[in-house]
């Protein structure tokens, strides 16, 4: 699947929810797979008692990739150019993440068509917990 | 300036697309990724991040022989330390000038770049700190342009 400049417009949107009451063990499984192991992430123990936090938190990196996934469902496979996020609030077990795609440019550069994406990620109660842009190659 | 070796493999990147939940064939599955567009698997878009698991010096990985900070018989393996210890993250930014995939053998490259302080209300004074790496394939060649904007924070964050 790819996107084509012919049929999209600015202000085209695409979101999906990209977790649903998000585990700890889902924690444990991205610091496994990304090898980031801060036990701010997985363990309750040291980040209560230690780090003065309510829970252990998803790590950033998790958040950016749950949004990457709705990002590359719309866009395509390998056609991002560009992906930057700014971390804006914490994600916590139990949370439900929504992820948002909205085209704010469509351009040619040397012959080649791109799209310029802003994306929003928000939790259950609508609290954004990313903000951010992305650059997708598309089809004339 | 370090310079770690990142080999790329199919496995690595299907245990990294589990994690986030991912069912994209392209990341799970080498005969139907190469009926895609991109003709093979290929890493997701943060991928590039768990260079840190071939890093030898990563502070975030327990290591033998030496005292981890997170929870075992006390709240915490090592005495005094400050709560906010590991620092957060505050930015990510990422170039692709083509995406990974498996067989690569990457070279990242870290930079240092600036460091800046601010003033928070939810968690007082921040000091943000940049670093730049460059994950350049076997041929030399510049595969992503990563941007990383980490912050230690004076106290932790408020939740509100």
Redesign the interface.
Known sequence: MSLKASALKVGDTHSERVVENLSRTQLVQYAGASGDYNPLHTDEVYTTQVAGYPTVFAHGMLSMGLTAKMLTNFVGDGRLTKYGVRFTNQVWPGDSLDAKATVVALRQENGQHYADIEVSTTNQDGKEVITGSATARIDP | MTKITFPVEAS?IM??A?????T?P?YLDAEAAKE???GGI?A???FV?????F?PD?H???KPGQKW???AKG??GIDG?P????G?????????H??PRPGDVLTAEIKQGKTWEKESKRAGKLTFTERITEFRDQKGELVVTA?SVGVKTE???D?G
Request: a positive charge.
């Open positions: 690595h245990m990294f589990r994690a986030l939940g991912e994209n392209v895609a567009e991109t290929v997701p878009p943060t991040q768990a260079v840190a698991q890093d990563y975030l990985r327990p900070f997170g929870s709240p915490s330390k709560p906010s210890s590991g957060l993250h505050a930015e990510q930014h990422y170039e692709y083509r995406h941007r106290r932790p964050v939740a």
